[in-house]
């Protein structure tokens, strides 16, 4: 059944001069906002990203019109529907907060007054803060905490683009901004501030010699803000990077240790 519904969505994207297959996009929907599909999930060490779900989101856009829905004293005039059934699915929504219709929040989500997009997947336990977006495809891993006014990029096209990936047990504090596919390894601290882009450096300092990454966070790796000179015609000025601190441990005070090493550098957990 889904290898036929993603042959329709992906032949319906591939031509877009005619109407689209809008039972095959209505459907795919229905599973993206049900769990049932992703558009990304783990495989093997790494991630698969499924290209005809993001085809089919697109598509989605086109198929729908606009219209007026009112939530109690709210009007929202758009193209997607809004999420619904939270206390079925056992989600907290505390108003005013809003996901699409399409995104999948699992049992035990709390949503403070935030914002997820459609196509994104959010884990068991995990709290999205207030004024925390989500963006469209993002995936969010299971007892994750995005706190206050943290911002994870949406990614649609390319289609093959990966998108925003926060794996389980991961914290970013508030503040952070996380965008174009950047991936956070598990149980991962990106502390309060840090904004993260596919190509900036994550400097891993707590070595004799610097160990660089971009496009991710490492596994267990405690991120703060930091910045790298850089010579210019005019000057050398200081470009922004991500300097990894420390690592967490597998002690019972792995918070208290986690807070007191982020304080050392004058950066807080949220």
């Known amino acids: 059944m889904i290898e036929d519904l993603a042959a329709r969505v992906h032949a319906s994207f591939a031509a877009p001069e005619a109407e689209p297959d809008a039972e095959a996009v209505e459907a795919a929907i229905d599973l993206l906002d049900a769990g049932e599909i992703r558009v990304a999930e783990p495989e093997g060490g790494g991630w698969r990203v499924n290209a005809w779900v993001k085809e089919a989101v697109l598509l989605y856009f086109r198929v729908r019109g606009l219209a007026t829905v009112e939530v109690g004293p709210f009007e929202y005039h758009d193209r997607l529907p809004l999420k619904r059934g939270y206390e079925g699915a056992g989600v907290r929504v505390v108003p005013p907060a ?33 004024w925390a977006t989500v963006g469209s495809c993002a995936q ?40 174009e596919g950047v991936r956070v390894g598990r149980e ?83």
């Not at 035990?108 to 935030?114: A, L, Q, Y």
Request: proline fraction near 8%.
């Open 98 to 130: 809003t996901a699409r219709y399409g995104a999948f929040l699992s049992p035990g989500v709390v949503m403070m007054p935030s914002y997820v997009n459609i196509g994104a997947w959010v884990g068991p336990g995990t709290m999205v803060d207030t």
């Open 140 to 179: 969010i891993g299971a007892n994750v905490h995005l706190s206050g006014g943290v911002g994870i990029g949406g990614v649609l096209e390319p289609v093959q683009a990966a998108p925003v990936i926060v794996e389980d047990g991961a914290f970013v504090g508030s503040r952070c901004v996380i965008v």
């Open 188 to 270: 991962a601290v990106v502390g309060t501030g840090v904004v993260l882009t596919a190509s900036t450096p994550v400097i891993d300092v707590t070595g004799p010699e610097p160990v660089e990454y971009r496009g991710e966070v490492p596994a267990r790796a405690i991120v703060i803000p930091g910045s790298r000179a850089r010579d210019f015609p005019s000057g050398s000025y200081g470009l922004p990077c991500g300097l990894i601190i420390g690592h967490r441990t597998t002690d019972t005070d792995d918070k208290v240790r986690v807070n007191e090493l982020l304080r050392e550098h004058g950066v807080a957990m949220s």
